[in-house]
Structure formats: C-alpha cells, structure tokens
Antibody, heavy 117, light 112 residues
C-alpha cells in the first residue's frame, strides 16, 4: 500500500523551530520529486516546497524562503522540512505529497503545526 | 505567479444530477514540452486531499468515470456526471506548469 506518514508537528512559540518528517512506503521513493503543502485553519491549500528526486534541487514559496529547508534521505525513504523563525501565520496542517504525473498523486494525513505564545 | 480562479465557490447540487466546476488561470498552462499541468483534487471534511485528475483529463487510479476533466490554455472544467453523497467536500484545481510556485484555486465547496 502506498503511504506517506507525517510527524513532528506541535505547538511552538513564535521564533521557534520544528522539524517535520514524512515516512514513505509502498512505492519507489527516489523515482520522483516530493512536496510539502500546507493548509491554514479553514483555508485552502498552499504549496510550500519541492525537492528533486535525488535532492539536487529545491524550491520554496516566497513566504517560507530563507526560513524553511526541505531535504530527503532516499536510503531511508524519508522527507523532511526544517522550519525556523516560525511565525503565527505558519500555523497550519502540513502535508507531504508525491509527484507522479505531477504534484499530489499521494498525500499523507498531515501533521499540525501551531505557532503561538 | 499564476493565479487560479474557480467558480462557483459554493455549489449546491441534487443527488443524481450533474455538476460542473470552472477553473481559469491568469496565464496559459501549456508547458514548452506541450503538456498542460492542470490537476483537480477533492478534499472531504477532515481528510487529506485526493487527486482526481492530472494533466487536464487523466483520471487517477480508482477515480470513478463519473468524474471528467477538460479544457485547454487558460480555461478548464471538472464535471461530475451524476453526483453521489460521497462527492461532498471541497474541490481544488492546481497548476504545475509555471512553478515556483505551484498554485491552487480557492476551492469550490460542493454540498448536497
């Protein structure tokens, strides 16, 4: 079964850091790019970041550039998102998503990040 | 950035009747390689999104043939031939042609 499982979310103070993880199984992880997409409470979907299948290239939304870092470990079938200098507006459910035939062939259930004092 | 505009934002439907959602992009979504990277997603309340359609008109595995996608250039449509109760939720279009960033529409809430 194709599966993505996110972890690492939680409550953090403004200015703090979190590292999200996404464990992939049931498919050839190193065959495709991977993404992080977030959804603020009651809002729509917002693309956050993309990483090439071999990790050689990364791209970010302007709102997170310079604060977030995406990475992957293909040997462990893991995707990561290091989030620094967190702001209240980063509060959201964070999803990892695959990229077979384009973004979003597979999604995790998400992990919730709350930035609040 | 490419802006994706969906209409309507709210779509009341009757079971068994057809439904249609429009998605327009601010720029052409035809890639230099000839492909058009326009996807449709469905998100039920409290669940993750699920991709229904990729590259305008290709149904993902397990997606009922009641769902169909069409369009070209800047105008795209998702059609449901006969709405079922399980179809409630929010539908999003998304472009992956001119990135970064990948951009989503605002979402269309379908309710029975």
């Amino acid at each position: 079964e194709v599966q993505l499982v996110e972890s690492g979310g939680g409550l953090v103070q403004p200015g703090g850091s979190l590292r999200l993880s996404c464990a992939a199984s049931g498919f050839t992880f190193n065959r495709n790019a991977m993404h992080w997409v977030r959804q603020a409470p009651g809002q729509g979907l917002l693309w956050v970041s993309r990483i090439h299948k071999d990790g050689s290239s990364t791209t970010y939304a302007d709102s997170v550039k310079g604060r977030f870092t995406i990475s992957r470990d293909n040997a462990k079938n893991m995707l990561y998102l290091q989030m620094n200098s967190l702001r209240a507006e980063d509060t959201a459910v964070y999803y990892c998503a695959g990229d077979q035939g384009g973004l979003g062939d597979v999604w995790g259930k998400g992990t919730t990040v709350t930035v609040s004092s | 950035d490419v802006v994706m505009t969906q209409s309507p934002l709210s779509l009341p439907v009757t079971l068994g009747q057809p439904a249609s959602i429009s998605c327009r992009s601010s720029q052409s979504l035809v890639h230099s390689n000839g492909n058009t990277y326009l996807n449709w997603f469905h998100q039920r309340p409290g669940q993750s999104p699920r991709r229904l359609i990729y590259r305008v008109s290709n149904r993902d595995s397990g997606v009922p043939d009641r769902f169909s996608g069409s369009g070209s250039g800047t105008d795209f449509t998702l059609k449901i031939s006969r709405v079922e109760a399980d179809d409630v939720g929010v539908y999003y279009c998304m472009q992956g042609t001119q990135w970064p960033p990948y951009t989503f529409g605002q979402g269309t809430k379908l309710e029975i």
